[in-house]
């Protein structure tokens, strides 16, 4: 699959991705990549986020691939069950937060724990670092396994976002046009 053979929806973290944060760069560089915009970035709704996810799909008229990144990806564990599974592709998943170990801010919705560990309904790869704040590697890796992701060791590189140097991420580029180029659809 090729990116403009898709409709890219990018699930920001907590606070929305800044100018810097490779999810923007990549939303201004990949044509068929759209931001699902919430209501509120700082005191994420779980049922708010989700029903947002819930419409872009609806609203999609290609194969859906999410590139989701830290709260985003628990919005999407919890929106899967609500999406037609005909219209998911797959996802990319970056740099999860551990809602169920108390690492997420106060503002954030108690509702958005405990995450799913059914199987994803498409395939993903999640990205995962040995040094974020947000989420041990052992859980990204046991989550990602349960959700039936591949999992890549990032190494020590924080919460792979501009703050930890990934704005541009070139490696993350190349490994999402690696993991969209092995997905087949019918």
Aim: overall charge negative; aromatic content about 6%.
């Amino acid at each position: 699959m090729k990116a403009a053979e898709a409709d890219l929806l990018i699930l920001p973290d907590c606070g929305n991705a800044d100018d810097d944060h490779w999810q923007t760069r990549w939303e201004r560089k990949l044509s068929t990549a759209r931001r699902v915009v919430q209501d509120d970035w700082a005191c994420p709704d779980m049922s708010a986020w989700v029903e947002r996810i819930v419409e872009a799909v609806g609203e999609a008229e290609r194969p859906v691939v999410f590139l989701a990144h830290g709260l985003g990806i628990a919005a999407m564990v919890h929106a899967a069950p609500n999406l037609d599974p005909a219209k998911l592709a797959a996802g990319f998943l970056v740099a999860p937060v551990d809602v169920e170990d108390g690492r997420i801010p106060e503002t954030v919705d108690p509702a958005l724990a405990p995450l799913s560990r059914d199987p994803l309904p498409f395939p993903s790869m999640l990205v995962a670092s040995r040094s974020d704040p947000a989420c041990s590697f052992e859980t990204a890796d046991d989550l990602g396994h349960a959700w039936g992701s591949f999992v890549i060791d990032a190494g020590d590189v924080g919460h792979l976002d501009s703050d930890s140097g990934h704005g541009p991420w070139p490696e993350g580029s190349l490994t999402f046009a690696r993991f969209l180029s092995s997905i087949r659809r019918a």
